[in-house]
């Protein structure tokens, strides 16, 4: 719990004035780079990367496995929504990383008269904040379909600095 | 009427709470005319003597009226009926209507209760509630935050209310409570969240507690004797809650108690079902994990337990073993036994002696159940009353990170709380299953009090090589251990079953049908497709001598996580992706009761 407060404070900050857009173009999609087996953005925004034979990149396999233990029993199988709670592969497309991250670590409250819609707050839940990157570029690359529905194939390697920031994490 | 001589004679009594007041409740409850607790009566048979509406004529029913709840998730458990007034309850504000029947459904009394919205992510699985109870001249409701309020039933003002559990670290509540006696018994969800279960029993005068029992820990916290409480006919033993576990997990070991409770009055006991030990991986907890996944019978005065049975010793599939335990007295090679019979969550079908917790059949209720092969039912071998794992389906044997696929049941199970009917005519159960399997892999996961702690990864999907279909709706002989005839469906049958002197079998569907079957044979009689996916249970009364069936529409619970999405199986490659139905192609969110009728 130590090692994401750091990302934390800085999604907190960044996403203040943030308007959610669509995504129009691909450049919030497309990995323009990697790191340690992380792959990421133009723009540093972490991303999902299919190898030409299909092999997908191992946060979003992870993500794949962490969303079922920690999203699913709300937001429905491979983030497609349940009765009560949004397709979570469209947000992940049609909001910014940043807002992304902040309604997951601070949560969100819709009540009114036709809604009772809460989502908690996830911010001390190592489960979930160790892996909020591997959640996200899995949701986006089902958003995207570039992850069909189901348990994906073949995957890389965890890396090294993968495996040593999870620890850190976990702790 | 006599039904208002009935609740005006409990209205008197309030004051004096005694095991009359008892008496009456279980006079209210022979009257089929009323329907005074979820279950319809102590031994939760869901059986109607009301026989007006029956297989010659249940084709001609209508819709009586109607009424919108105000509230869009799921709706479990039923309306209850006591005199000319029913009452109705809703998920998630867990508003309460007390409604006129005499005015053409006029609200009375509107109860809504002020929670924490913070509760509604920390219910695992929907913010569903199964209903109010009456007993004493109060409606009993136990909110989604834990709170208990008695309501009085003449103007809904709070009589008393208790705090059962902190909705902090993942305390909650969807099930209905169980007046008994001078006592209401209540249970506490939360397995998801590391929640250590129990039942707790408060004094109906005041709200008072008179003991709680939990589902692991020490024998002082668990209320057994080791000496006298016993497991399929043996004594527990010393701190038989604690010795089948390793270190501390214990006190973050689930066994929430969320299902469903039945009281024989005869021998005083109560007997309810634990669900599954924390976390969903086995590898974490090594050991029996007692007495998760148990049938318990206690004494329900004092709480203390006559005996246990645990069905699925250290559980790797979340099978918790909260269904409803249906009590029956019936013949079993010419003796007249006390029975207790149970459809849980692993598959089996389970039929004991209630009265010495005797295990006398244990069968699959559904064929394709096969992470087991059977269960020994050998008195004297060292393996008595285990069921046995197959390797290839034991995500313990596969270990952590493995995926084990192909799982049937799947984790919820064969059957979920949705409850079965019983009918002495036929000596059949009428029981809504799911047909469903599932592919799991468990992960180490750590503990932060009230955030989920579930630790493994689900893909579920219809049973395999079957008619495709995720439900069966079926008849079972207790006494054989067989299924006597079985209706296929088309999603889960997640409706509580109704079984009435008419010869006919109600339960709803999760499209929103509420169907009508011929009880000797399964053959289709009516069905009425209603506003939204039915997970409420079916309920029946007169009112001015017509009988009424009526049933709470709401897609939602469990329900509604995967199949408004659909289900895939994806061991069965890119091609059959999306090509099993969803639920949303039939059905959107609604609120709304139901009532049926015969024409005049």
């Known amino acids: ?171 | 009427m006599r039904k208002t001589k009935y609740l005006a004679a409990a209205l008197l009594l309030s004051s004096t709470v005694s095991a009359s007041a008892n008496d009456e409740l279980m006079s209210m409850m022979d009257d089929p005319n009323q329907w005074v607790i979820q279950t319809g009566d102590y031994a939760n048979q869901r059986y109607s003597e009301l026989d007006q509406i029956n297989k010659d004529n249940v084709s001609d029913l209508q819709v009586a009226w109607t009424f919108s709840t105000g509230v869009l998730r799921g709706h479990e458990g039923s309306p209850l009926v006591i005199g000319d007034v029913m009452y109705v309850h809703t998920p998630f504000p867990n508003i309460v209507y007390a409604l006129d029947l005499t005015d053409e459904g006029k609200i009375i009394w509107k109860y809504e209760p002020k929670q924490d919205p913070d509760v509604i992510p920390v219910m695992c699985c929907d913010t569903v509630n199964r209903g109010v109870a009456y007993a004493d001249g109060k409606i009993f409701l136990h909110q989604a935050d834990t709170t208990v309020v008695a309501l009085n039933a003449d103007t809904g003002a709070v009589e008393w209310s208790v705090m059962n559990g902190d909705a902090a670290v993942g305390e909650t509540n969807t099930a209905t409570v169980l007046p008994v006696g001078d006592k209401v018994i209540v249970g506490i969800s939360g397995g998801e969240f590391g929640v250590r279960g129990s039942v707790t029993a408060y004094n109906i005068a005041d709200g008072t507690q008179a003991w709680r029992a939990y589902s692991m820990g020490p024998d002082s916290d668990i209320l057994v004797d080791p000496e006298t409480t016993t497991h399929l006919g043996e004594p527990v033993g010393v701190d038989s809650g604690i010795n089948t576990w390793e270190g501390d997990q214990w006190k973050i070991g689930g066994g929430t108690t969320w299902g469903w409770y039945s009281y024989d009055p005869d021998e005083n006991l109560v007997y309810y079902g634990t669900g599954n030990p924390s976390t969903w991986n086995p590898a974490q907890r090594p050991g029996d994990n007692r007495w998760s996944m148990t049938i318990m019978a206690r004494d329900a005065d004092t709480g203390m337990a006559k005996w246990f049975y645990q069905m699925t010793p250290h559980d790797e599939w979340d099978y918790d073993g909260i269904n409803e335990m249906i009590l029956t007295d019936q013949e079993i090679d010419g003796v007249e036994r006390k029975l207790l019979t149970h459809f849980d969550r692993n598959g089996l079908g389970y039929t004991l002696d209630r009265i010495t917790g005797e295990l006398l059949v244990a069968e699959k209720f559904d064929p394709a159940v096969n992470w087991t092969t059977g269960v020994d039912m050998d008195p004297n071998s060292d393996t008595y009353g285990r069921p046995a794992v197959v390797a290839e389906y034991s995500t313990e044997q596969n270990g952590e990170d493995v995926n084990s696929t192909g799982i049937c049941p799947a984790a919820l199970g064969s059957k979920d709380q949705q409850p079965a009917a019983y009918s002495p005519e036929t000596e059949l159960f009428y029981v809504p299953t799911n047909h469903v399997c599932m592919d799991y892999e468990p992960f180490r996961v750590s503990y932060t009090a009230g955030q989920p702690y579930v630790g493994a990864t689900l893909a579920m999907y219809p049973a395999p090589d079957s008619h495709g279909g995720m439900g069966n709706f079926i008849a079972w002989d207790n006494k054989a251990g067989e299924i006597v005839w079985s209706v296929p469906e088309q999603f889960s049958v997640w409706s509580g079953a109704l079984a009435t002197a008419g010869d006919v079998v109600f339960y709803g569907t999760l499209e929103g049908y509420l169907k009508a079957v011929d009880a000797a044979t399964g053959e289709e009689l009516y069905k009425f497709k209603t506003p939204s996916g039915i997970i409420g249970n079916v309920m029946t009364y007169t009112q001015g001598g017509k009988q009424y069936v009526a049933i709470l529409s709401g897609i939602g619970g469990w329900a509604g996580i995967g199949l408004a999405a659909g289900l895939t199986n994806p061991n069965d490659g890119l091609g059959a992706v999306g090509g099993y139905a969803a639920l949303s192609d039939y059905t959107a969110l609604g609120g709304q009761m139901t009532v049926f009728a015969l024409p005049d």
């Open chain 1, 1 to 171: 719990m130590r090692n994401f407060a750091l990302t934390l404070g800085t999604a907190a900050l960044m996403s203040v004035g943030q308007a959610t857009f669509a995504q129009d173009d691909m450049t919030n999609i497309d990995a323009a780079y990697s790191e340690d087996g992380r792959y990421y953005t133009e723009e540093d925004i972490p991303t999902f990367n299919i190898a030409e034979d299909g092999t997908i990149d191992w946060l979003t396999y992870s993500g794949f496995r962490r969303y079922h233990s920690e999203c699913h029993v709300c937001h429905g199988p491979e983030g497609e929504g349940s009765s009560y709670a949004p397709a979570l592969k469209n947000s992940a497309i049609e909001m910014d990383y940043y807002d992304f991250v902040d309604v997951v670590v601070n949560g969100r409250q819709r009540i009114n008269a036709a809604e009772n819609s809460v989502m908690p707050a996830f911010g001390d839940n190592p489960n979930v904040m160790c892996y909020l990157d591997d959640i996200y570029v899995y949701l986006k690359a089902r958003g995207v379909e570039a992850v069909p529905r189901g348990r994906p194939g073949a995957k890389e390697a965890k890396s090294d600095v993968i495996r040593e920031d999870e620890n850190a994490c976990l702790g």
